[in-house]
Antibody, heavy 121, light 106 residues
């Protein structure tokens, strides 16, 4: 069955860095885009980045562009999110998800349970 | 960038009611919209894609309609397990979620 498992979250000081990982299984990993989204405590969902199956197409939300970098290792069925220059408003539960190409949308059909990132001094 | 506004922000309804949630885009975007359901402590679940296509395994009481700027998610006969927050998401220049609608069962 399709499974996505995030790891790497934790407590970090403002200005610090973290690297999140998303380990996938149960599907042909290189055939799928993978997205990262986040949810601040008590708030709504925010999409932050996606990467294509080959890694050649990448996009970021304005809120993280220039600070976060997404990458993938298809040999290890993993996607990574390098987060630099972290701020208090980056505090959130970070989800990775598998994206499926449809006629007019590329929604996320399977999600991990998330990894929590707290940015605080 | 296209902004999405969901209405209402929250609502309370009874089991068996017909419930409609609206997602309005700041500019037209064809049918590039999806809907998700999220329960507390859980990741989102995909309900509808391409504005009106039902995701596999989702009960048929859920339906989506719309194109351009106005989209709706309808639950035809509300069930207790439908208590959740619902989000729309567009795929214009990049994916973007609406602010969410919290649905409570009376």
């Amino acid at each position: 069955q399709v499974q996505l498992v995030e790891s790497g979250g934790g407590l970090v000081k403002p200005g610090g860095s973290l690297r999140l990982s998303c380990a996938a299984s149960g599907f042909t990993f290189s055939d799928y885009y993978i997205s990262w989204s986040r949810q601040a405590p008590g708030k709504g969902l925010e999409w932050i980045s996606y990467i294509s199956g080959s890694g050649s197409t990448i996009s970021y939300a304005d809120s993280v562009r220039g600070r976060f970098t997404i990458s993938r290792d298809n040999a290890k069925n993993s996607v990574f999110l390098q987060m630099n220059s972290l701020r208090a408003d980056d505090t959130a539960l970070y989800f990775c998800a598998r994206d499926v190409v449809r006629a007019t949308t590329t929604p996320s059909d399977f999600w991990g349970l998330g990894t929590r990132v707290t940015v605080s001094s | 960038a296209i902004q999405l506004t969901q209405s209402p922000s929250s609502l309370s309804a009874s089991v068996g009611d017909r419930v409609t949630i609206t997602c309005r885009a700041s500019q037209g975007m064809s049918t590039t919209l999806a809907w998700y359901q999220q329960k507390p402590g859980k990741p989102p679940k995909l309900l509808i894609y391409d504005a009106s296509s039902l995701q596999s395994g989702v009960p048929s009481r859920f339906s989506g309609r719309g194109a351009g700027t106005d989209f709706t998610l309808t639950i035809s006969s509300l069930q207790p397990e439908d208590s959740a927050t619902y989000y729309c998401q567009h795929f214009d220049s990049y994916p973007f979620f609406g602010q969410g609608t919290r649905l409570e069962i009376k």
